[in-house]
């Protein structure tokens, strides 16, 4: 196999979990900027945290979508070559 950090599709599949659980871990905290901010009232400073946390549901969104194209991609591949399914829920 190539020397990449995505050596296989469970290696990119582990990736964008760790990624996946970052961003929630991510939104958390600016969650709970936002709550300060809004009892501060720094409008621009609010703003700017609710642009983040927006951007930051998109991104959540995304990983999601690719976790289910790995795991689309995964499954088609073990059909092709006829492993085993080892881990049936992904």
Known sequence: MADTPFESIESAHEYVD???????????GIRTDIAEATQTRHARHLDALRLVDYKLTQLSGHLAASRRILNDLR????LLIGEPDDNPEG
């Open 75 to 78: 499954m088609l591949r073990r």
């Open 18 to 28: 760790l990624l996946t659980r970052q961003t929630e871990d991510v939104r958390t």
